[in-house]
């Protein structure tokens, strides 16, 4: 790999917080190595607390490591000067809501300088782009939290950055306000962005990143192709079944080794992929009537017992 | 240098306006320009010497009403910032925390100065409603009171980047009191017995600022003379101490971690 190619790395970053005054300091961080190259969407999931946050701030200048280093577009991050390069996005972002959806982001511009000292048909272009061109001129207190996440993302665009950092931007959203921020992230992507994101929902790590790492209790414990790992997690099925002949559901779990959940009339069926075409013959040779067929996405808790069991791995060729 | 002075530009222009919008800053105001106004009423309980009476009134309410509006408000500059998470997207962009703590300061300075302006402009008119001379001196004075806001803001400021509102405004609140009395103190500690209690005292009035030195208000109602050195030396003094107080302010905030 082309060390240009690198947009950002992390090489045994450690962070200790002191919990109050007096307290011994807790580790929360231990020894977090990570690349993400030019043009990837790169999903970084974890469970709450798991140092995800902790590690963006770091890579943002909000936190000083207490080891290690963190380096982006081979930069030191204690330095602000590249930062015009780079666009971030906080969890459950507040912008002072006395200001409107235009001044925010000529606001922004400012800070961020250079081509961000933005003309005003450049504003425009970006309102346009994040679908807020109709409430350029409301003040953000009356935007809603969808909107809210698309001028935040705005924001974070203003200066026309090369790589994006984003922490859980589908959190707290309805279904079409997650919708709305994955299409814009699918958008970037195929722009030539590098987006860096945090998340915890698998769904959307399965629909936009192209490499995922798995970090719990602040190690990464995981790290490869998002579509691989997910796949792997995605072997069974639920079958929904009424009327299950008894003899038949008992050769479904000796036979398929297959797992029943529920009990009476209406039961799930749980078997591997390959196993599903069988199941539904012989299910419907024995009366049984299937009520709905689903893949069994693992929670991402399951995900971190396996990957945490299996200790810290790479996959070959990631 | 100039993307610097842009973004310290940009971070106090918006400090104005956010401070601009605080009602109980308007209270506060309102308060001033009563009492400012009272002192009209304050003065014709008096035989003699009303004008001063009034224009003495006056000068101490602008004074104190300056120093609560900026210690109010200063002490709450970053950690409202940090409480609100503001601070995450300004110092995501190519903006160093010394520019934003820089913007910061100058923004809330500019609008004490803008409330000075309104009060002293009740000041005028209530002085010449009474008949009351207006002179340089009260210039004089109302400058050094702007001297004296801009140091207060300066104090709130460091304690304000590293302590909650509250203790931030115990500590600025408790260092304008000591501030304003280091003078006297040292001069208690002249006349004191025991040498060590006059070396105290002395350092004390090294150390911390000299604020009653920003106070030319018996000078400027009774139209005194006023050595130009002394207020020159106390607006060097005011510089020094702004910057003083900003650096290590600076200090504290880049070694902060913002969780």
């Not at chain 1, 796949?231 to 050769?251: K, N």
């Not at chain 2, 400090?15 to 209270?27: F, G, M, P, Q």
């Not at chain 2, 001033?32 to 003065?43: E, M, P, Q, R, Y």
């Not at chain 2, 060097?236 to 302010?249: H, K, N, R």
Request: aromatic share 8%; glycine share 10%.
């Amino acid at each position: 790999m082309n060390g240009s190619d690198v947009i950002v790395k992390v090489s045994g970053l450690v962070k200790d917080f002191r919990p109050g005054f007096g307290l011994r300091r807790k580790r929360v961080l231990h020894g977090i190595d990570l690349q993400v190259r030019r043009g990837e969407v790169f999903g970084f999931i974890g469970p709450n607390g798991a140092g995800k946050t902790t590690t963006l701030k770091i890579l943002m200048g909000l936190i000083r490591a207490t080891e290690g280093s963190a380096e982006i577009l081979g930069h030191d991050v204690r330095e602000t000067a590249f930062r015009r390069h780079v666009g971030f996005l906080p969890e459950g972002p507040y912008f002072y809501d006395f200001l409107t959806g235009r001044e925010i982001l000529r606001f922004y511009g400012k800070l961020a300088g250079g081509h961000a000292a933005s003309p005003e048909s450049h504003i425009d272009e970006l309102l346009e782009w994040v679908g807020l061109s109709q409430a350029a001129d409301l003040r953000l207190r009356a935007y809603s939290k969808g909107m809210l996440q698309r001028i935040g993302i705005a924001q974070a665009l203003v200066h026309d950055p090369e790589v994006v950092f984003l922490d859980e931007p589908m959190s707290g959203l309805d279904p079409i306000g997650r919708k709305e921020i994955r299409d814009l992230i699918l958008r970037l992507h195929g722009e030539g962005k590098t987006i860096f994101m945090n998340t915890h929902i698998l769904s959307d790590v399965e629909v936009i990143c192209d490499r995922v790492a798995i970090i719990a209790e602040g190690r990464v414990v995981h790290e490869g192709g998002a579509h691989v790992l997910l796949e792997r997690e995605r072997q069974p099925f639920d079958i929904a079944v009424s009327g299950l002949d008894p003899e038949l559901a008992e050769s479904l779990v000796t036979e398929l080794d297959a797992e029943l959940r529920g009990r009476g009339e209406r039961v799930e069926v749980r078997v591997r992929e390959k196993d599903v075409d069988l199941t539904l013959e012989r299910i419907l040779a024995r009366g049984g009537r299937v009520r709905g067929v689903a893949p069994v996405n693992a929670a991402l808790e399951e995900l971190f017992l396996k990957a945490v069991e299996g200790g810290p791995h790479e996959e070959e060729g990631a | 240098m100039k993307h610097h002075l842009r973004a310290i530009s940009a971070i106090a222009t918006n400090t104005v306006r956010d401070a601009v919008r605080n009602k109980v800053l308007y209270i506060l105001l309102f308060f001033a320009l009563v009492l400012i106004g009272t002192s009209f009423l304050l003065a014709t309980l008096s035989y003699v010497e009303r004008e001063r009476i009034l224009q003495d009134v006056a000068l101490a309410s602008i004074r104190l009403f300056g120093a609560a509006i900026a210690i109010f408000i200063g002490v709450g500059l970053v950690h409202r910032e940090v409480d609100r998470r503001t601070i995450y997207t300004i110092l995501s962009k190519p903006v160093s925390r010394v520019d934003f703590l820089v913007g910061k300061y100058l923004g809330l300075v500019t609008t004490l100065w803008i409330q000075l302006a309104v009060m002293s402009a009740g000041f005028v008119a209530v002085s010449l409603a009474s008949g009351a001379p207006v002179n340089g001196g009260h210039g004089i004075a109302l400058a050094l009171t702007a001297l004296e806001l801009a140091v207060l803001v300066a104090i709130a400021t460091l304690f304000s980047s590293f302590a909650t509102p509250f203790l931030a405004a115990c500590y600025s609140v408790g260092l304008y009191m000591v501030g304003h009395v280091t003078r006297d103190l040292r001069a208690l500690g002249a006349l004191s017995d025991a040498e060590s209690v006059g070396v105290l005292t002395t350092w004390l009035h090294r150390l911390l600022p000299d604020l009653e030195s920003f106070n030319w208000t018996i000078e400027a109602v009774h139209g005194l003379p006023i050595p130009y050195d002394q207020v020159a030396w106390a607006a060097l003094m005011g510089v020094g101490w702004c910057v003083a107080f900003l650096t290590t302010a600076a200090l504290v905030f880049e070694r902060r971690d913002f969780r």
